[in-house]
């Protein structure tokens, strides 16, 4: 099977923005975020990298059909969201890109895109001048009563790339876990790359 990846920006990024939003709600269905998402939602949050004009969007597919996306923006765009989990690091959340969702259909997984989502985020924050790459990834207790037995978490991967949790920097979000009646909040820690 042959996986093609490409950056997608300008006109073709806002034509994958609804297939995004159905990968993520897919994708993030599944452990470790469990999220019930919906279409509606989606679509407003995704309307930040419309509107921005250094946002980036990384393309799998297979055929002419996406079956993956990494997305990526410059992190003052969320600024409300974030600013807290940053204060008192002496980081200038003006320079760092972040790199948001990444989402890959099952059956397309273990055979590098991973690695391309990223490769082609960080050239693309290079080529607009951040020398720093941030992402967050949901907090879940070890001993939670849905986790898998087989689940390997992807700290060794991100690893791999370079990129390190940063000390007390975690936001909180709230969202409905699948099974639930109400959004509760979750913790995200922040990893971050400084040699881009």
């Known amino acids: 099977m042959v996986i093609e990846t490409r950056l997608l920006t300008g006109s073709d990024l806002d034509a994958a923005l609804d297939a995004v ?18 279409l509606a939602y989606e679509r407003n949050y995704l309307e930040a990298y419309r509107a921005s004009d250094r946002a980036a969007v990384v393309g799998a597919f297979d055929g002419d059909k996406l079956v993956g996306a990494a997305t990526g923006t410059p992190l003052s765009d969320h600024a409300d969201e974030f600013g807290a989990a940053f ?12 790199c948001a969702e990444s989402v890959l259909l099952p059956a397309y997984r273990g055979q ?3 690695h391309r ?14 020398k720093q790459s941030a992402f967050c990834a949901v907090i879940r ?7 898998p037995a087989a689940y390997a978490p992807l700290d060794p991967f991100w690893k791999s790339r370079g990129y390190r949790p940063l000390p007390g920097a975690i936001a909180s979000f709230a969202w409905k876990d699948v099974g639930d009646t109400e959004e509760t909040s979750k913790e995200m820690q922040f990893w971050l790359k400084s040699d881009l």
């Open 87 to 98: 204060e008192g690091s002496g980081i200038d959340i003006s320079k760092v890109f972040y």
């Open 117 to 130: 989502f990223f490769d082609l985020r960080e050239s693309h924050a290079r080529s607009h001048g951040f």
């Open 21 to 38: 939003a159905a990968l993520r709600i897919s994708v993030f269905r599944d452990w470790p975020y469990l999220y019930d998402g919906d």
């Open 112 to 114: 590098g895109v991973g």
């Open 141 to 147: 207790p070890q001993d939670h009563p849905t986790r």
